[in-house]
């Protein structure tokens, strides 16, 4: 069975001209139609985006059957974090903390979802700015009950927002945890992340996927057309497997 999965920083839902438009949002993840989306920077319940659910309103507009939202940062009124959307029903959910010391609240949202007689673990994460506290994020996921309790079979999927400018946790995920990055490109240098960040002119790959397990890889994109320049910061990425 082919499947589409996408990540996407939608930035709150405002865009580059500072205008809140989750229309804009929603218009380019109906063109995407992936079977499940990994958003990160979604609010709920918050003044800057009306105090929408976004989670819920761009599920409902974009004919996501479930979907579930985990809390990393609580504002003064209302929070946001990461949410997951989907075709296929999601069994299980959890936020993982990923916060270093101090420093900004981050996480990890673990859903289990079930497509036909497969169970597959999405990991969907938006880590920190500093090299050294990704790091130690990376290291909090793989000791995590969640990533814990897997097989080197189980199909697992991990994508979102690394922020990893240099690409220094490729070698983590691939030599470390056995990943392959769906989102990588082969060129004369070696293996370079497609690029997502800025979104009107991208110089850094900082969304990804890796995946793992039973599941096979066939081919990733990032979405690149005009309105996506400016819907968000980041521009979107997705790739297909046959699970």
């Known amino acids: 069975?082919?499947?589409?999965?996408?990540?996407?920083?939608i930035h709150r839902a405002i865009g580059l001209d500072r205008r809140f438009k989750p229309k804009r949002i929603v218009s380019i993840l109906n063109e995407i139609n992936a079977d499940i989306v990994?958003?990160?920077e979604v609010d709920e319940g918050v003044p800057r985006s009306r105090e929408l659910n976004l989670a819920k309103e761009i599920a409902q507009q974009c004919h996501y059957p479930y979907y579930k939202l985990g809390h990393n940062v609580t504002l003064k009124k209302?929070?946001?974090g990461n949410a997951?959307?989907?075709r296929f029903p999601i069994t299980k959910?959890?936020?993982?903390?990923?916060?270093?010391?101090?420093?900004?609240?981050?996480?990890?949202?673990?859903?289990?979802?079930?497509?036909?007689?497969?169970q597959l673990d999405v990991f969907n994460l938006h880590l920190g700015l500093s090299a050294k506290e990704r790091q130690k994020q990376a290291g909090l996921l793989l000791r995590s009950l969640e990533y814990q309790q897997l097989s080197a079979?189980?199909?697992?999927?991990?994508?979102?927002?690394?922020?990893?400018?240099r690409s220094?946790?490729?070698?983590?995920?691939?030599?470390?945890?056995?990943?392959?990055?769906?989102?990588?490109?082969?060129?004369?240098?070696?293996?370079?992340?497609?690029?997502?960040?800025?979104?009107?002119?991208?110089k850094g790959g900082l969304d990804r996927i890796y995946y793992r397990g039973k599941i096979k890889f066939i081919k990733a994109k990032r979405y690149k057309k005009k309105g996506a320049k400016i819907a968000s910061d980041h521009l979107p990425i997705f790739a297909?497997?046959?699970v």
Request: proline share 3%; charged share 25%; glycine share 6%.
């Open 1 to 9: 069975m082919k499947i589409k999965i996408a990540s996407y920083n």
């Open 38 to 40: 990994l958003l990160q």
């Open 78 to 80: 209302g929070y946001y």
């Open 84 to 86: 997951t959307l989907s």
């Open 93 to 118: 959910e959890r936020n993982i903390n990923l916060t270093i010391d101090n420093k900004k609240r981050r996480g990890c949202q673990h859903t289990l979802l079930t497509i036909a007689d497969t």
């Open 153 to 165: 079979d189980n199909p697992c999927i991990i994508a979102g927002d690394f922020n990893d400018w």
């Open 168 to 202: 220094l946790l490729r070698a983590f995920f691939i030599e470390g945890m056995g990943f392959k990055c769906a989102t990588d490109k082969s060129e004369e240098r070696g293996e370079v992340a497609l690029k997502t960040f800025p979104s009107f002119a991208p």
């Open 240 to 242: 297909e497997f046959e």
